[in-house]
Every structure is written in structure tokens, then in C-alpha cells.
């Protein structure tokens, strides 16, 4: 069973844990890499047991704490819309920043990406499956016109 558990939300950060039978993966980590460690802690996961981070797109409120995680963390599995891949690559310690590009497996997880409309060069959202559950995200969707 999938379990979705917002850490961060809103115009100043946005990270997301997803679990699902021994896969934990952050969706987006956009919050100082402290408090995202912090409430990680206080429901008991170390970062060390985190499979995977899944960026949505490029803004700050999405990835700031990305740096300072693959310093520290450089095992985690980076994985982020083709589009902004090598974008994702500069902003980390990790050259190995998986490009997404339909859908992808992490562990027992199936993800499937479908494009978001919103003022960044490529946004994603997630459906997240584990053959008994499914949950789909949406972060930001939506643009400004005149």
C-alpha cells in the first residue's frame, strides 16, 4: 500500500515522502535540507533509506535542498524530466541524474510522468503504482496570461 506523506507545502517549499513496502522516495525537495532531515527523523526514516528523489520541475521551492542532499547522500537515485535534466545535474553534487522520459521503475514502484502546464521549462506530475495501490500528484499546474 502506498503512503503519501507531505513534509513541506507551499509557496516557501515543497517535499513529499512516498512509501511503499520497503521504497521510500521523495517526491520534489524544495525545503532547507535540515528540516526536510528533520522531518524525515520524526517519522522515524533516515535519509539513508531514501531510494530516490523525484523532481516535478526546476524552480527553487521544488529543489533547493538538492545540493546539500547528494553531499551528503550521494547514493540517492536523482530522477528528473528530460527536459531539465542536465539543469538538475548542475544544481547537485550528482552527475548521474536520471532523465525522465515515460515511465520509469523504482524498486516496486511504476511511475508515470504526464506534463503539468506551468511557467517552468518542463513540470511534471506523478502517478505512483505498487500493483496494489496507485496515487497520483500534481505540485504546480496552471500559468499566468494575459
Given at each position: 500500500?502506498?503512503k ?23 517526491l520534489?525537495?524544495?525545503f ?46 536523482i ?68
Open positions: 500500500m502506498i503519501f506523506t507531505p513534509l513541506f507545502s507551499g509557496s516557501k517549499g515543497n517535499c513529499s515522502l512516498i512509501r511503499s513496502d520497503g521504497v521510500n522516495v521523495l520534489d525537495i524544495g532547507g535540507y535540515k528540516a526536510i532531515v528533520k522531518r524525515l527523523e520524526e517519522l522515524n526514516v533516515s535519509p539513508k533509506e531514501i531510494d530516490a528523489v523525484v523532481i516535478t520541475h526546476e524552480h527553487t521551492d521544488h529543489v533547493s535542498a538538492l545540493p546539500m542532499w547528494t553531499k551528503y547522500w550521494p547514493s540517492t537515485k530522477f528528473a524530466p528530460k527536459a531539465i535534466a542536465d539543469l538538475i545535474c548542475q544544481r547537485s553534487y550528482s552527475s548521474d541524474v536520471t532523465a525522465i522520459d515515460g515511465e520509469f521503475e523504482i524498486k516496486n514502484l511504476r511511475i508515470t510522468p504526464y506534463s503539468c502546464s506551468h511557467d517552468a521549462v518542463c513540470c511534471y506530475g506523478y502517478k505512483f503504482c505498487d500493483g496494489q495501490s496507485s496515487f497520483a500528484s500534481i505540485t504546480d499546474t496552471g500559468f499566468v496570461d494575459q
